[in-house]
């Protein structure tokens, strides 16, 4: 069955510290696939897209690493603050269609 | 340049009611996409529309919800007779283009409870 996970648990780091969070896919090809933030009572806001044929991709103190041989996406936040805590979700787009599929997310707290 | 407007932000419907949702998508923006968001769940696709047309509502129950986006005015997400499995957050999202490949802009959502 087709099924895109991210950790269900909750990531807690300290501030200054690499979040590193995980987003892992079976039985999809995605064309792209996306990173968004999502807080509490809030729509998601786009933060990221890296094509399939790209390795890595990186935005301020934000990396994303797309590996399509092992269907992973790893999605790093360099020298974390708390202003970074919020749900991060992943997001594939599939070649060919309109549809959107969506991780559950994860939840990330930055401890000052 | 407002965003994504989303109302009423949030929706109270006894069981048996109708829902109605509406989107404005944001300024120069054709392309319509509507979520369902349950608790700790990810956000599920329910339908994509281009001004007047459904493209795709592979996502959208069968019975008692419908969508539209009119030539003029706001998109609309129709729930008739609500049970009580309706209740979630619901989202939209735009794009000025087909938005594969590109980032959508999502409103702030209505959320929907049923009673």
């Known amino acids: 069955s087709q099924k895109i996970e991210q950790n269900s648990e909750a990531l807690n780091i300290q501030e200054g510290k690499t979040a590193t969070l995980t987003c892992n896919y079976t039985?999809?090809?995605?064309?792209?696939l996306q990173w968004y933030r999502q807080d509490p009572g809030r729509g998601p806001v786009f933060l990221l897209l890296?094509?399939?044929?790209?390795k890595e991709k990186r935005k301020e103190r934000l990396k994303v690493t797309f590996d399509t041989t092992l269907k992973q996406s790893l999605f790093h936040i360099t020298a974390s603050q708390p202003a970074d805590s919020a749900t991060y979700l992943c997001?594939?787009?599939?070649?060919?269609?309109?549809?959107?599929?969506f991780g559950a997310g994860t939840r990330l707290f930055v401890k000052a | 340049n407002a965003g994504v407007m989303q109302n009423p932000r949030h929706l109270v419907r006894r069981r048996g009611q109708e829902a109605r949702l509406r989107c404005s998508p944001m300024?120069?923006?054709?392309?319509v996409y509507w979520y369902r968001q349950l608790p700790e769940e990810g956000l599920k696709f329910m339908v994509y529309?281009?001004?007047?047309?459904?493209?795709?509502e592979s996502g959208m129950p069968k019975e008692r919800f419908s969508a539209e986006f009119p030539k003029e005015g706001p998109s609309i997400l129709r729930i008739q007779q609500v049970v009580r499995g309706d209740s979630a957050a619901y989202f939209c999202?735009?794009?000025?283009?087909?938005?594969?490949?590109?980032?959508?802009?999502f409103g702030q959502g209505t959320r929907l409870t049923v009673v």
């Open positions: 999202a735009s794009s000025p283009i087909d938005r594969r490949g590109t980032e959508a802009f």
């Open positions: 039985n999809y090809s995605p064309a792209y």
């Open positions: 890296i094509r399939e044929n790209e």
């Open positions: 997001a594939l787009d599939m070649t060919g269609g309109f549809k959107t599929i």
């Open positions: 300024k120069g923006h054709s392309h």
């Open positions: 529309l281009q001004k007047e047309n459904i493209i795709d």
